[in-house]
């Protein structure tokens, strides 16, 4: 019989080897670990041979928009036939607004051609303001001052034909502060024999109207007994934009879903296609179809710049003072405030830049190059 001595160094023995045989293991499993490349080392060759979005040959983004205007429009008469049934609802709409609700109308598609159908055919006892939500700047302070100024002339000519006696003079919204416009807005009434107005605002929801304080002084507009509003919303976290008493106080939002399943041409030529490259070419679109929005004096104002910018290139820009001289020989503007209205909505929408002149003047610059800035009157005219 072995003693029990022998037994227990045979069982330490073999456990001596397996801890060996353990350390050699892990031993080789770590130098096999740092032989081999990091993760980030990884990620980074998987990277380099992808490669990037830049290194991609694209396309021109005007021959790219012309490419998607020739796909053909699909499922055509169901979308005219959803398209009768919202027109089935305006006399509903009317009927609402006139109850002092608020419009909001979302969902899939353009909805601009559907309201501004609804106004020129359902609305014609107000007096339609359409604002451009979608544009990338916009002056809202402007917005409300031409609201005003519209109800101060009803309200003149409205007196003039009962009493006889001459006409105020008029007021200057522009020079006056918001709180001061909103309040004017607040008292006019049907009393004084003005006719209602509705603010249609495409996308109030976009990215110049996103901010706290843009809403809420459309919220305290829409609270103005002679104004109604009607507006649409793209954006999914659009309902983010107000809280409760702003919804249901202010706005008074009655909601529609309206899918109109139809392309964004007008609100996107704003933004780049992500497959496609800039240039001049996009940027004088762009241009363009902010002009075409303005008034024919603001483009004739416009012109009148890009023709002395053409015939001047050498120098720095044109100074203020000799704008105003030259559109005042062609009857353009009647004052330096008319002027310098138009020169607002122009640095609004990014068409011209101001920059002071060596001998300290300042100096008005259209930011295009010449073959640019000449296709573009092309256009214009």
Not at 21 to 49: H, M, W
Request: with cysteine; glycine share 4%.
């Amino acid at each position: 019989m072995a003693p029990r001595g022998g037994h227990a160094a045979a069982s330490s023995g073999s456990e001596d080897e397996e801890e060996e045989a353990e350390a050699g293991f892990s031993r080789s499993y770590f130098l096999a670990k740092e032989k081999e490349p990091s993760s980030a080392k990884k990620r980074a060759r998987a990277a380099a041979a992808v490669g990037k979005l830049s290194d991609l040959n694209l396309v021109d983004e005007q021959v790219l928009r012309a490419s998607l205007a020739e796909i053909p429009p699909k499922h055509e008469k169901e979308v005219e036939a959803l398209t009768r049934s919202y027109k089935d609802q305006y006399r509903n709409w009317l009927f609402e607004l006139r109850c002092g609700f608020g419009l909001l109308m979302y969902g899939f598609g353009s909805k601009k051609l559907l309201l501004e159908d609804f106004a020129s055919t359902t609305l014609t006892d107000f007096t339609v303001i359409v604002v451009n939500g979608y544009l990338p700047s916009i002056n809202l302070k402007q917005v409300l001052a031409t609201i005003a100024e519209m109800f101060w002339e009803q309200t003149k000519l409205k007196r003039k034909r009962h009493s006889g006696t001459r006409s105020q003079p008029s007021q200057n919204f522009a020079s006056q502060s918001m709180d001061d416009i909103i309040s004017f807005l607040n008292n006019q009434t049907s009393e004084d024999g003005v006719d209602g107005m509705c603010l249609l605002v495409h996308n109030i929801d976009g990215p110049a109207l996103r901010d706290a304080e843009s809403q809420q002084c459309l919220a305290q507009v829409s609270c103005c007994p002679q104004i109604h509003i009607v507006a649409s919303v793209d954006h999914v976290n659009a309902p983010l934009l107000w809280d409760k008493k702003m919804v249901h106080t202010q706005f008074k939002w009655s909601w529609y879903h309206v899918p109109t399943f139809a392309p964004y041409k007008v609100e996107c030529v704003f933004y780049p296609l992500i497959l496609a490259s800039g240039g001049h070419a996009q940027t004088t679109k762009t241009a363009l179809v902010v002009l075409q929005s303005l008034t024919p004096n603001a483009q004739s104002v416009f012109r009148v710049l890009a023709e002395y910018q053409l015939a001047n290139e050498k120098e720095e820009g044109m100074p203020v003072s000799s704008l105003y001289t030259k559109c005042r020989e062609r009857f353009l503007v009647s004052s330096q405030v008319t002027l310098n209205s138009h020169l607002t909505e122009f640095k609004d929408h990014d068409l011209i830049k101001i920059k002071k002149h060596s001998d300290g003047q300042d100096c008005l610059h259209i930011p295009l190059v010449p073959d640019a800035l000449g296709k573009l009157l092309q256009e214009l005219a």
